[in-house]
């Protein structure tokens, strides 16, 4: 079980669509494969999703701190030692996709080596999530009629709107049509992704507040500290911290100081290991969980859905899990698939993530 080489493949798949939203859009899913080797022959698996706009990682920065900073700290460890794994790559602040990545990878190959499921080493809650569709920018009947869609085609009624547009009714409009088209039928919750002044975040949600929301997401900077505090303390509903809150540390300081009430957990940020240390701090603080999308592809989402399904808190809420839907192709051999707004973890040992040799060729853009 000893870590003996550590694989950064970047690929590149076509959007059939752009996903839109205040901090950024994505055409293309830019990402990198990491794979780890051992000495047995095992060979587990990760993405990892560079957000240029959002941490500052692009494709290029993610092969070259894996490869210079990140696989020679790990090469010659036991698959088991996680711990050390984890306090050798917390040395480096930030690059939060790329340690994640290569958590995850451990992870995969260990849940290979003992024969269990990534999801049965995690805590082993259950074996599905409901899911929650994102939309992005759009005309509002454009965006209802995508909802309609995504509703007809999987089954899916949870959907999360992002919003942060100037003027707010831009977005707030949006959402009134998705209530008037669909009733009780479907949850709504915002995401602002910053975009809007706190002032700017308390009118909108003045204008939705017969809306009946969820959550509210990031709707404006944290680091306006006094705005946001302000704003938080008068939304009547759960404030979700992303991007602001992506260790646990953030999640202590954000939510004791007020600025947060609620997180978003991505796997693509904080991997497994992180992941299960906000989690537990969020079973301690009583806080609503929410597993996020970093616009992850199959492999990023099987990994959402693995630790999601491992917890009850994680598996409360429907988990943001299809913005893969939107490419036009994936690396996985077989498709993850969304029936009835569910989506299963893979049976078998570790992710359960074959990957197509035929698409690696294709898609890898080192060769
Ligand atoms: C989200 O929840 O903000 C957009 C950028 C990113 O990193 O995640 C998405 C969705
Ligand atoms: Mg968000």
Redesign the pocket.
């Known amino acids: 079980m000893k870590i003996t080489r550590v694989e950064a493949i970047p690929f590149a798949i076509p959007y059939r669509k752009p996903l839109r939203?205040a901090?950024?859009e994505v055409h293309t899913a830019e990402h990198v494969l990491v794979r780890v080797h051992t000495d047995d022959g095992v060979v587990g698996v990760a993405e990892a999703p560079p957000?240029p706009f959002?941490y500052g990682e692009t494709q290029a920065g993610i092969v070259a701190v894996l490869e210079t900073v990140f696989a020679p700290q790990v090469v010659g460890l036991s698959l088991l030692e996680r711990e050390t794994v984890h306090a050798r790559l917390s040395r480096t602040v930030g690059n939060p996709a790329a340690k994640s990545a290569l958590d995850m990878a451990i992870w995969d190959a260990l849940g290979q080596s003992l024969d269990v499921s990534v999801t049965e080493l995690l805590g082993g809650y259950t074996d599905r999530m409901k899911v929650s569709h994102?939309l992005g920018f759009d005309e509002p009947a454009a965006m209802v009629a995508e909802a309609e869609r995504i509703r007809d085609s999987y089954g899916i009624t949870t959907f999360k709107v992002k919003v942060g547009r100037r003027p707010v009714s831009l977005d707030t409009a949006v959402v009134r049509a998705l209530r008037e088209r669909f009733g009780t039928e479907v949850d709504l919750y915002v995401?602002g992704?910053r975009g809007w002044t706190a002032a700017e975040s308390a009118r909108a949600m003045r204008e939705m507040a017969d809306l009946d929301l969820l959550f509210a997401?990031?709707l404006c900077p944290a680091d306006d500290v006094l705005g946001r505090r302000w704003l938080v303390s008068r939304v009547d509903i759960p404030f979700i911290a992303?991007?602001s809150a992506v260790t646990p540390a953030d999640v202590t300081r954000e939510v004791l100081s007020g600025s947060a009430t609620a997180i978003?957990i991505k796997t693509a940020r904080t991997g497994f290991t992180r992941s299960q240390r906000t989690h537990h701090l969020a079973d301690g603080l009583g806080l609503e969980v929410v597993m996020?999308?970093?616009?992850d592809g199959q492999l990023g989402s099987l990994c959402t859905v693995a630790f999601g399904s491992a917890y009850e808190l994680t598996s409360r809420r429907p988990g943001?899990l299809s913005n893969f839907l939107d490419m036009t192709d994936d690396l996985l051999a077989e498709p993850l698939c969304i029936a009835d707004g569910e989506l299963v973890i893979r049976p078998g040992a570790g992710l359960g993530a074959a990957l197509d040799p035929g698409k690696l060729r294709h898609y890898r853009q080192d060769r």
Not at 292 to 295: L, R, V
């Open positions: 939203f901090s950024g957000r959002t994102m995401d992704n997401e990031e992303d991007e978003s996020g999308n970093q616009i943001e």
